[in-house]
């Protein structure tokens, strides 16, 4: 009998662990094609919720999901492994050695994974612009163990301030942002409420309102540039009255190692540094076996979700650069970008092994909502309905906040699982502290 049809993605991100659990539930379970997902990480946590695991608002183990699990349940392989290459003539992508936490131990030899159909999904990471200091002083939330460094790094922070006899440094407790996108904005909102709760809970010599200090500095004329004025405008006003320093038009030049330097020429005093501005996609696609890839990595794709070099190979998400017609050169970079077009590439793939012609994809912009912790939730929500982008703010746009990601379970898991989850989780909220603690 022939081998089934063997689809490989690499990603396991918000959209490549969705089309891996929709094309297992489907194609896996009756063995009509074989699906393979790898992933350099063991387990898998939506990047969106990252900023929270760095302020201590979620408990990364608690909303993680083990990628062995998923495979199991939902009838596709994992496996564990860095891809570095691609050799498209031999239809195998090549796998770099994996090792063990401390970097020791080689657990799995370099190896490669054949394909009948490949699907890039490896996401996107921030992008420094090889500022001087940025690598060794600054901290990104590309990745969950990021996530949790900042946050061992924020509470020692207050463990040391609040066990010294002398007056504060001049940086201590300040935490510098840079970039005013969504994510250095929420990262803002929810730091200013953790820090306050954290303090409470035994830190009793800080004071928060003299002593934590929050900067975000923006390149750019204002903050959320992506974002319509109004969505801005409301989110400023709430940092202000936060007291969080806001500084526009001030590109940065330099991180050093308690200070953030900036080409006006002012040093900004910090003692945690987040990189938070601009992305880029892995540097390896920038040459991968001949595939075209813009300046910032992205293989190019058609609106089929083809790279534009080889048909058997699909490129989805932040590492992905597919035409929005009339609109911009790419689709954004977006969970919701990587979930419309994991599910449209899902029916795709089907197609294709039925010897279909494949359907164009159109990216929906349904809005974007920035979440400002427990404050409040801005944005702009998208429908033809409304004639353009209508403005939500508070109780509204939280519930729309929080629905973004019950999507995303929803897609992994199914609804009773979720309505499940949901219940659970707002019985155990009462008998665990608000914030992370460690
Ligand atoms: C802090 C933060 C907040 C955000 N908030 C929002 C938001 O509110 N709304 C929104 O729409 N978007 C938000 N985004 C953007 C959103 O997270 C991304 O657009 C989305 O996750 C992209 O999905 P993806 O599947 O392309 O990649 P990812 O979700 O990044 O997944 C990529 C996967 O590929 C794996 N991988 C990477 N390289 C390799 C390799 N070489 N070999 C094997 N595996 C590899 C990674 O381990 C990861 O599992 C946020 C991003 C961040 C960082």
């Known amino acids: 009998m022939a081998e089934p049809h063997h689809i490989v993605i690499v990603g396991g991100g918000a959209g490549g662990l969705e089309l891996a659990t929709r094309l297992g539930d489907s194609l896996g379970r009756d063995k009509r094609a074989r699906t393979t997902l790898i992933d350099c990480a063991r387990t898998h946590l939506w990047k969106p919720l990252l900023h929270e695991v760095a302020a201590g608002s979620l408990d990364l183990y608690e909303h993680d ?108 407790l300040k935490v510098a942002i840079i970039g005013a996108g969504a994510t250095g904005v929420e990262l803002a909102a929810e730091l200013h409420k953790t820090t306050r709760e954290l303090v ?83 540097d390896f696609l920038a040459d991968l076996d001949g595939l075209e890839s813009n300046r910032l990595n992205q ?35 977006r969970a919701q970008a990587a979930h419309q077009e994991a599910t449209h590439l899902f029916r795709n793939l089907r197609r ?14 349904f809005g974007s909502l920035v979440s400002l912790g427990e404050y409040s939730t801005v944005g702009s929500l998208m429908g033809k309905l409304m004639g353009g982008a209508l403005f939500v703010e508070g109780f509204f746009a939280r519930l729309m906040y929080i629905a973004l990601y019950r999507m995303h379970l929803y897609a992994l898991h199914g609804a009773a699982i979720v309505i499940f989850d949901l219940l659970g989780r707002l019985f155990t909220r009462r008998t665990e502290p608000r914030v992370k603690l460690h």
């Open 352 to 365: 294709r092994l039925e010897g279909k012609p494949l359907h164009t994809y159109i990216y929906r912009d």
């Open 65 to 172: 999901l083990d990628y062995l699990a998923q495979a199991r349940w939902h009838h596709f392989d994992f496996q564990l492994g860095r891809v570095d290459g691609l050799d498209r003539a031999r239809r195998v992508v090549r796998i770099a050695p994996t090792y063990d936490e401390d970097k020791n131990e080689e657990l799995i030899p370099r190896r490669e994974i054949h394909y009948d159909m490949l699907v890039i999904a490896v996401g996107s990471r921030t992008n420094d612009f090889g500022t001087p200091g940025a690598r060794e002083y600054a901290i990104s939330l590309d990745t969950p163990d990021q996530a949790e460094h900042f946050h061992r790094r924020l509470v020692n922070a207050c463990i040391r301030a609040n066990a010294q006899t002398t007056p504060l440094g001049p940086g201590q």
């Open 200 to 282: 409470a809970y035994g830190f009793g010599k800080i004071d928060p309102e003299r002593d934590i200090r929050m900067t975000i500095i923006e390149a750019g004329p204002r903050i959320l540039p992506a974002l319509p004025e109004r969505v801005a405008l409301a989110a400023q006003d709430l940092l202000k009255s936060l007291h969080v320093e806001v500084l526009t038009g001030e590109r940065v030049t330099e991180v050093q190692a308690h200070s953030v330097l900036t080409a006006s020429g002012r040093a900004i005093p910090a003692e945690l540094t987040v990189w938070a501005a601009g992305i880029k996609a892995p």
């Open 299 to 333: 293989l190019i794709v058609h609106q089929t979700l083809q790279t534009t070099g080889d048909p058997d190979v699909f490129a989805i998400g932040d590492c992905a650069c597919c035409p929005w017609p009339e609109h911009a050169p790419c689709v954004p970079a």
